[in-house]
Structures are given as C-alpha cells and as structure tokens.
T-cell receptor, first 113, second 115 residues
Framework: AQKVTQAQTEISVVEKEDVTLDCVYETRDTTYYLFWYKQPPSGELVFLIRRNSFDEQNEISGRYSWNFQKSTSSFNFTITASQVVDSAVYFCALLLGDYKLSFGAGTTVTVRA | GAVVSQHPSRVICKSGTSVKIECRSLDFQATTMFWYRQFPKQSLMLMATSNEGSKATYEQGVEKDKFLINHASLTLSTLTVTSAHPEDSSFYIC???????????FGQGTRLTVV
C-alpha cells in the first residue's frame, strides 16, 4: 500500500523566515508522481509543484524550491522568505498508475507579520 | 491545465434531505473523475472514482447507496449525498485527471453542512 507521511502538523514562523515542509512517501511502484498542494482558508486546492519518479533534479521556482531524494523517499518543499499570504495548509500527495492521489495529513503553516 | 468547475460552493441542508454536487470539466473531456472528502482539519480522502458511462468505483468504507455518483457525460460528474445527516457535513472536492493522467486538477470544493 502506498502512504504519504507529513510528520509536521504545524509550523509557525515570522515573516521572511524560510519554511521547509517534510514529506516521506512509500510505494513499490517505479513510476509515480509527487505533488505539493496549498489549501488556503477558502478551501480550494492550489497546485504548486509536480515531480515524476524519474526526475530527481531539484529546482527553484520563485520563492519555492523542492528537494526530491529517491534514496530516502523524501520530497521536501521549501518556501523562502515567507510571507503572511503563505499561511495555509500544505499537502504532499502521491499519484500512481491508478490515477488516484494519496494525500499526506497536511502541515499547517502560519506566517506571522 | 484543465479547468474544473464545482457547484455549489456551499450548501446547508436539513437532515434527511438529499444534496447534489456537480463537477464539470470545462475544457477537457474527462472519462474519469475523482471525488474526495475532507473532514475539518483532516486530509483529503478518496471516496470514489467516477467513470463515464459505467458504474463508479467506491473506496473501502464508502457507502455507494449513500453517495450516488453519476457520470453521464464526458464533462459532468455528479455526487448526490442521499438522506444526509450531520455526520456527512464535510468538504467535498472533485478532480479530473488529464495529460496521460499525470496531472490532477481540482474543483473549488463544496462545503456541505447538514443541520
């Protein structure tokens, strides 16, 4: 069975601090996709990033960056220079060949001014 | 990416009534859509896979007679919560898989409150 673990339940930071969200996944499939979504208080899911299992290249996109380590089954996400608008629940998710998404429990990020 | 419209965004209903939630794929023909449920301060859990022209596939523990899914066209799937009770109060969100099913696009979600 596949599983996504977000060990951090809540993170609180002061504006401009960096925030790193941890995600560890389990799967026996060799082909899979990993996602990070943001869910603001309004409830909608906002797509942030996607990575496939064959691409371990880590990238930076604006204030977002991610670290995909297949050897440790981790897909961590970092917000640099956090802003109050970054306050939300962040979900890591795993997509397999059956096209179903398995979500982690979510990490609530609070950025204080 | 695909545009997914979900309606209504919020609904309050009386216990015992039924509520229908619509999920429309506006610019993509979706043979498969997914319905998720999210209880307050919890994660999203897959309820069922909606298949165009055939029966939905329900996840373990989800009552198919209570959560009726109809996917009559390539652009519309509906979820009907029948005889709703307060414990059905939740956030329901649909998604469409596209691009060889490596992308997932979500509707805006429906917050259901049963009083």
């Amino acid at each position: 069975a596949q599983k996504v673990t977000q060990a951090q339940t809540e993170i609180s930071v002061v504006e401009k601090e960096d925030v790193t969200l941890d995600c560890v996944y389990e799967t026996r499939d060799t082909t899979y996709y990993l996602f990070w979504y943001k869910q603001p208080p309004s409830g909608e899911l906002v797509f942030l990033i996607r990575r496939n299992s064959f691409d371990e290249q880590n990238e930076i996109s604006g204030r977002y960056s991610w670290n995909f380590q297949k050897s440790t089954s981790s897909f961590n996400f970092t917000i640099t220079a956090s802003q109050v608008v970054d306050s939300a629940v962040y979900f890591c998710a795993l997509l397999l060949g059956d096209y179903k998404l398995s979500f982690g429990a979510g990490t609530t990020v609070t950025v204080r001014a | 990416g695909a545009v997914v419209s979900q309606h209504p965004s919020r609904v309050i209903c009386k216990s015992g009534t039924s509520v229908k939630i619509e999920c429309r794929s506006l610019d993509f023909q979706a043979t498969t859509m997914f319905w998720y449920r999210q209880f307050p301060k919890q994660s999203l859990m897959l309820m069922a896979t909606s298949n165009e022209g055939s029966k939905a596939t329900y996840e373990q523990g989800v009552e198919k007679d209570k959560f009726l899914i109809n996917h009559a066209s390539l652009t519309l799937s509906t979820l009907t919560v029948t005889s709703a009770h307060p414990e059905d109060s939740s956030f329901y969100i649909c998604s469409v898989a596209t691009g060889g099913n490596t992308e997932a696009f979500f509707g805006q979600g429906t917050r259901l409150t049963v009083v």
